[in-house]
């Protein structure tokens, strides 16, 4: 089943001298449940691309239909509640709220929904994390790893039709490079949730089942 489909996606900042193509007619679809890493060099548009699937910029041209619904369609404040409702977004630097502890964190995307995380649900969330015994620390008690599970487990606590991880252990020593990735594994194989990642890291793109390699704002190879 297809969950997402990305159409002659294209993004263009500037006009005349300072034009920039930053992404041209990019176009492909994610089956559910499928895991997909997107390589490119820095500036090679990869961003730019996560930024549109997941809503929070707009193309010049083109359509992104996530789950049949095509998302530009949306106005602002339809567009924001289907993000934070369908979009779970990982960035490589935390942006964890420093006054939340971990429980609150990750349950802030059901809080700003007037909705309660369901005690069950929660524990489980925090045994997958590892982080049962740190979930009443703030942000600034945590290690680089610790703080990347919590922002994973925000990403999955209101479990999502697609997770969209923008360079996740960009930030991160191998060893929590390497927790990081089992977990998204783990989350995709065990849970089948839909995840893309952007990555420049060849070695970490392998754990994905088709890796898209994109130059100059154009998809250049599939594996």
Do not use: W
């Not at 294209?10 to 034009?19: E, W």
């Not at 927790?179 to 995709?188: G, H, P, Y």
């Not at 754990?207 to 100059?216: F, G, N, S, T, W």
């Amino acid at each position: 089943m297809e969950i997402l489909k990305v159409d002659n996606l294209t993004k263009v900042y500037g006009k005349d001298t300072t034009k920039v193509v930053a992404l041209d007619h990019v176009s492909f679809s994610v089956e559910k449940g499928e895991f997909v890493a997107i390589v490119g060099a820095s500036g090679s548009g990869k961003s730019t691309l996560l930024h549109l699937i997941g809503g929070v910029d707009k193309p010049t041209s083109g359509k992104v239909y996530i789950d049949g619904k095509d998302i530009f369609s949306l106005n602002d404040d339809k567009l924001a509640i289907f993000r934070r409702r369908q979009v779970g977004l990982i960035y490589q630097f935390y942006n964890l709220i420093p006054i939340l502890n971990v429980e609150e964190n990750i349950t802030l995307p059901l809080a700003l929904d007037n909705k309660k995380a369901d005690r069950e649900t929660l524990d489980k969330m925090l045994k997958l994390l590892g982080l049962e015994n740190r979930k009443n620390h703030l942000p600034n008690e945590l290690s680089g790893g610790q703080q990347q599970r919590t922002s994973i487990g925000r990403a999955l606590i209101t479990n999502p039709t697609i997770i969209l991880a923008d360079e996740p252990t960009g930030n991160l020593d191998s060893k929590s490079s390497d927790e990081i990735v089992s977990l998204l594994k783990k989350s995709n194989k065990e849970f089948k949730q839909t995840i893309i990642m952007i990555t420049h890291n060849m070695e970490i793109a392998k754990c994905a089942d088709r890796i898209i390699k994109i130059e100059d704002g154009r998809i250049v190879k599939e594996v």
